[in-house]
Nanobody, 128 residues
Framework: QVQLVESGGGLVQAGGSLRLSCAAS????????VGWFRQAPGKEREFVAH????????YYADSVKGRFTISRDNAKNTVDLQMNSLKPEDTAVYYC?????????????????????WGQGTQVTVSS
C-alpha cells in the first residue's frame, strides 16, 4: 500500500514563503512522476505543478509560474514545493499525487485522473 504524506503547510502573510514536502511510504518516489494540486473552499481541485519521473522537466499552472518551484530530494525520498510571494488567493488545501506506474510520462498530467495515489492534504492559509 502506497501512502503519500504532505507536510509544511501553515499560516503566512501575503508575500511570504512556505515549503511543502511530499513523502512516500511503501515506495520510492525517485522513479515516479509527482503532481501538486490544491483545492480552495467551494472550488474544484486544480493543478499546481508537476515534475517528471526523471526530475528533468517541470510544469506549472499559469497562476503560480515564477513563484512556485517543484523539485525532488532523492536522498530524502520527497518531492517539495517551494512557494514564494504567496498571495491570499493561494489559500487552499494542497495535495500531492503520484501514478501507480513507474516512469509514467506524457498525457494529461494536469488532470486528477492521471494520478492513482493522493495524500491527505496540508492546509496553506495566506493572510492579507
Amino acid at each position: 500500500q502506497v501512502q503519500l504524506v504532505e507536510s509544511g503547510g501553515g499560516l503566512v502573510q501575503a508575500g511570504g514563503s512556505l515549503r511543502l514536502s511530499c513523502a512516500a511510504s511503501g515506495r520510492t518516489l525517485n522513479t515516479y512522476a509527482v503532481g501538486w494540486f490544491r483545492q480552495a473552499p467551494g472550488k474544484e481541485r486544480e493543478f499546481v505543478a508537476h515534475i517528471t519521473w526523471t526530475g528533468g522537466v517541470t510544469y506549472y499552472a499559469d497562476s503560480v509560474k515564477g513563484r512556485f518551484t517543484i523539485s525532488r530530494d532523492n536522498a530524502k525520498n520527497t518531492v517539495d514545493l517551494q512557494m514564494n510571494s504567496l498571495k491570499p488567493e493561494d489559500t487552499a488545501v494542497y495535495y500531492c499525487a503520484a501514478p501507480a506506474r513507474a516512469a509514467k510520462s506524457g498525457g494529461y498530467f494536469y488532470t486528477r485522473s492521471w494520478y492513482d495515489y493522493w495524500g491527505q492534504g496540508t492546509q496553506v492559509t495566506v493572510s492579507s
